[in-house]
């Protein structure tokens, strides 16, 4: 029989609680129907009940996150409590009970046997739960928080939350593409900008993610399924208040006690002179409590994150301690939730939460070293959610829900850039021989944008006992949204100018030496709109026989997208121009199939095997169309690249006469969608073995293996059948010379390269086929992911708490790109055109260690800890080559071959709280991030090679230029971080 919880619906369904269930027997072994079993605990409104069926088995099929207990109750039995049940988001905890009879002892207690394997689905995956997430140093962000756990790869380190301001890619398994879930409800937007990255940390009561093996109610392409679950308020009025700050800078006289110092003389050769933080504040509050006990309860809160940073290549920290040029941040979140018992078995709630980021010289750097040549970034983002639970008789349960996100995205023209007078706003300038924007505003242009996303979602539990000898549990449900949006573009003067010239004489204050070379010419201003609508349904059903498991799931999604009607253009390279709404002709329509069977080899549940199949689908996006898009904004496929003669008349614009021939031109009208276009997919096997080892220990094993296929890219095809264009198209006879990694001429790796480029009555005829990666090449574009992964875990008890794993990972295959592009096939840029004998691709990471735990030490003092050892990610070495239809950057060798820096990261926690009257508690919290003080590069490596005369020609010239190998962020340096708490 069926008990409510409190459980908030969830954009996808089951995404914000788990499941308890259980069988009653007496002591022989004989079922018990008709016991009354009461959930109660800090995160129910009430007592609820269930009552065993004619099976014995009892369910509370939505649980909030939490620890609870259970009490068991039948006339002639002795009543029997079973205290500290755990129960995590989104698994199902199995408790079985053994009633005695009443004549042989009044009460029965068992304390501190909650199950730590899940012996009724396959799923892959961990959580941080609060008492993690309060005592083990993290970054405090959503992508240094959940890449702690197994299986999760972030590209970018975080230690500390020093970065935290700033967005990274998220890997899981091999997939780079996550759902990222607030309080159950998806937050991204169908124009593909983004999604609520920056979230409010003090707010949430766990992180769970799932990574492999998930159920048919969850979309998306495998990656990453991270539900951040909100802290709730309560019978009783709670809160807590947290503020903490670091950084050189807030003590000039002894900047060391803040931050020390990882640079080695190599690095500041490079240019890195300086740690990156200056400073650090953190400000937390939240709140909770009942407005009327058991009935309604509200819970609020609020964030203030700012940092001020030293960016290699464009701040400068002085000797006298100040800074010119620092790069700075703000994070501000505002939180709201309630939520409302109408019945016992009927509950509403909503949330509200909104996100405002501020970076005023985004994309600050080596390669944009003018605060002029940045961007002012603002974003505010609203998301909205109303939900009703229900349960609807002894076998059913209801979930319901409606969802709106709203995302406002400019990226202006810097404030220093608005502020030079008319004649000093130059287009963007760049120097292709340094890899450096030494003039004019940000290269990407300026933007403003507008992203929305209304959903809505059912889902129907309906469990079934004793059909086919099995317990079932029945899941059905749909989500359906529909995402519009619009993006205005503008391009300063519509051009950006190219020169070749070395970094003595071509650089942001000299420019005699700058040669030009070629013009890129935009459409703007525009106004791109774009349209999205999916709908999905799902069916699942579990079956649970006496020590087998059996799941089986399909999932159907279909995506259907239009280019609204809108207009672009106007300035200096097209007229304007109105253009009519666009069909793609085309939509996906997927049936996603997710299997898995569960075996019990002791019939305790406590060692248990499992094994799935899983096949998942990406989401599609309005970008999906951007090729036949004519009012296209884009900063890679530029609509007409020219020759450049150069500035004749010293007016910092292009005129007619300063131009020559059309290189290559980009013309969504004379481009097309494949008809046959497939939904990018991944197919994965799961095979798991999970021990309890003892009381609160567990024991996972895992291998995962995929297989990535069918992505999506454009085809330059140049007016010809695609499967002709690499061989009628392009000739074999371009010449370059690659000095090698270390940039030098004369030093004996040096040798000369041959490429291929657009035949001239090919040029300026671009025409391009949006289609699956390896349609019309001998290439399959397929990338196999295979990991081991183990995890030793320990849940909080005799006053301390451990989570650790390893994971061993290889992701190999074809590199998605356009392979009638003959350049993509040259043997020495990839090894083979199969899965098995392919490149090495970007997250490949093939060793990954993780430790964190925590202490409860004697005088209210805790200490925790968080070591991870990363293999670095794989980066490429380029060649800057001067093709017939434009200079561009050619891979000449294949991937893998050089990677970022092993990174061994180690952060240390300590806290000493007082109690102030009561349930009132100060605590006083010290951090030390980095502790080991490692200065390994991050992701920001220089990928183009250089050809310098001399070691002494490279030395004079590399603080200037952007050169393969030379780091351009490294990890933050070791840093005390201090905080003060006030719990009430």
């Known amino acids: ?8 619906a969830a954009a996808q369904t089951g995404q914000m609680f788990g499941e308890l269930v259980g069988k009653v027997t007496d002591d022989q072994g004989g079922v018990l129907p008709g016991v009354t079993v009461t959930l109660s605990g800090p995160a129910v409104m009430g007592a609820p009940t269930a009552v065993s069926g004619a099976s014995g088995v009892y369910r509370f099929p939505a649980v909030n996150t939490g620890t609870y207990t259970l009490k068991f109750e039948l006339a002639g039995f002795a009543p029997l409590i079973r205290e500290g049940i755990v129960v995590p988001v989104r698994q199902t905890i199995t408790v079985d009970a053994a009633m005695k009879l009443a004549s042989l002892q009044e009460t029965v207690t068992v304390t501190g046997a909650s199950p730590t394997v899940d012996v009724e689905n396959t799923k892959v995956g961990a959580r941080l739960d609060h008492e993690i997430l309060q005592a083990v140093p993290t970054s405090r962000s959503i992508f240094g928080a959940t890449t702690v756990l197994p299986g999760m790869t972030m590209g970018r380190q ?3 939350g020093l970065n935290a301001a700033t967005s990274t890619g998220m890997v899981a398994h091999g997939a780079s593409g996550y759902n990222l879930n607030y309080y159950g409800v998806t937050a991204d937007t169908p124009m593909n900008y983004g999604a609520m990255y920056y979230m409010d940390f003090g707010s949430a009561e766990e992180i769970s993610v799932d990574t492999a093996a998930m159920g048919a109610e969850i979309g998306g392409g495998g990656g990453a399924n991270i539900n951040v679950i909100p802290k709730s308020g309560g019978n009783t009025l709670k809160g807590e208040v947290l503020e903490s700050l670091t950084g050189r800078g807030l003590w000039h006289d002894h900047p060391g006690f803040w931050a020390g110092s990882n640079i080695t003389p190599d690095l500041r050769a490079q240019g890195i002179t300086d740690p990156t933080l200056q400073k650090l504040y953190d400000f937390n509050a939240n709140a909770g409590g009942p407005l009327v006990k058991d009935r309604v309860w509200w819970f609020g809160s609020f964030r203030n994150y700012r940092t001020y940073e030293a960016t290699p290549g464009y701040t400068t920290v002085n000797d006298d301690g100040s800074v010119t040029n620092p790069f700075l941040s703000n994070l501000r979140n505002y939180t709201a939730s309630t939520k409302y018992a109408l019945t016992k078995n009927n509950i509403v709630s909503g949330f509200w939460t909104y996100n405002k980021k501020l970076q005023p010289n985004r994309g600050a750097g080596v390669l944009q070293p003018r605060p002029e040549g940045t961007n002012k970034q603002g974003s505010p983002k609203h998301l909205i959610n109303g939900n009703w639970t229900s349960v609807m008789g002894q076998n059913t349960f209801l979930e319901l829900s409606s969802t709106y996100f709203h995302m406002h995205f400019p990226s202006e023209w810097s404030d220093e850039f608005a502020a030079l007078p008319a004649a000093q706003q130059h287009s963007v300038t760049f120097d292709i021989d340094t890899g450096i924007y030494i003039d004019g505003p940000d290269p990407g242009g300026q933007h403003f944008r507008d992203s929305y996303r ?23 449900g749909f989500e359906n949204w529909y995402g519009w949006g619009h993006e205005i573009f503008t391009m300063q003067n519509d051009t950006r100018l190219r020169y070749n010239g070395p970094a003595a004489t071509c650089n942001t204050t ?8 070629e013009v890129w010419g935009w459409a703007t201003p525009l106004t791109q709109k774009g349209r999205m609508k999916n709908f999905a349904g799902f069916v699942q059903d579990r079956a649970s026989y006496s020590r087998v498991t059996v799941n089986l799931g399909l999932r159907w999604s279909h995506y259907d997208g239009k280019v609204p009607a809108q207009q672009g253009g106007g300035g200096r390279w097209f007229p ?3 253009f009519a709404e666009v069909d793609p002709g085309f939509n996906w329509n997927t049936l996603a199939p997710r299997t898995g069977v569960v075996y019990k080899i002791s019939e305790d549940g406590k060692n248990v095997a499992k094994a799935s199949y899983s096949r998942y689908y990406n989401v599609m996006y309005i970008d999906e169309m951007d090729s036949i898009n004519p009012n296209i904004i884009s900063t890679t496929d530029i609509p007409v690249v020219y020759t450049w003669l150069g500035d004749l008349n010293k007016n910092n614009l292009v005129e007619d006469n300063e131009i020559g021939a059309v290189k290559s031109r980009f013309v969504p009208k004379s481009n097309t969608m494949d008809p046959n276009l497939k939904d990018p997919k991944t197919d994965e096997i799961m095979f798991a073995y999970q021990r309890e080892l003892a009381n609160n220990w567990s024991l996972n094993a895992d291998w995962i293996q995929r297989w990535f296929k069918d992505a999506t890219i454009n085809q330059d095809c140049y007016g010809l059948p695609c499967d002709q264009a690499a061989t009628t198209a392009w000739l ?20 000369a390269l041959t490429f291929y480029q657009v035949a001239p009555a090919y040029l300026g005829k671009d025409t391009f086929l949006h289609t699956n990666c390896g349609n019309n090449s001998p290439v399959s574009c397929t990338q196999r992911y295979r990991a081991f992964e183990v995890s030793l875990n320990k849940r909080m008890s005799s006053r301390w708490q451990m989570q650790s794993s390893y994971v061993w990972s290889k992701l190999d295959g074809d590199i998605w790109l356009d392979y009638t592009n003959p350049n993509n096939l040259l043997e ?6 199969t899965a098995t004998g392919g490149n090495t691709t970007s997250p490949d990471q093939p060793h990954a260690f993780k430790l964190l735990g925590s202490y409860q030490a004697p005088y209210g003092i805790t200490v925790g800890a968080n070591f991870q050892s990363l293999t670095g990610l794989p980066r490429d070495r380029n060649l800057s080559v001067a093709f017939s239809q434009g200079t561009a950057n050619q891979r000449v060798e294949p991937r893998g071959v050089y990677r970022a820096d092993t990174l061994n990261l180690l952060s240390l926690r300590a806290d000493k709280s007082f109690r ?9 919290v010290l951090e030390l991030h980095n502790v080991l003080n490692s200065s390994a590069g991050q992701v920001g490596y220089g990928t183009v090679t250089r050809n310098f005369a001399s070691q002494a020609a490279f030395d004079a010239a590399r603080l200037g230029t952007s050169y393969f190998g030379r780091v351009q962020e490294i990890v933050a340096p070791r840093v005390t971080k201090i905080g003060f708490r006030f719990d009430f």
């Open 158 to 160: 975080d230690p500390g």
């Open 454 to 476: 209304q959903q809505q979602n059912l889902g129907l539990t309906r469990y079934i006992d004793g059909w086919l000898g099995a317990s079932h549990q029945l899941k059905t």
């Open 916 to 924: 102030i009257n009561g349930s009132r508690r100060a605590s006083v």
């Open 1 to 8: 029989m069926l008990a409510f919880a409190l459980a908030p």
């Open 732 to 751: 074999f006879n371009r010449t370059a010379n690659d000095p090698g990694p270390d940039n030098l001429a004369g030093t004996g790796d040096e040798r």
């Open 576 to 578: 304007v121009t109105s």
């Open 828 to 833: 020495f840029v990839r090894r083979g055109a």
């Open 510 to 517: 000299v420019q005699t030496g700058c040669t030009p070379n």
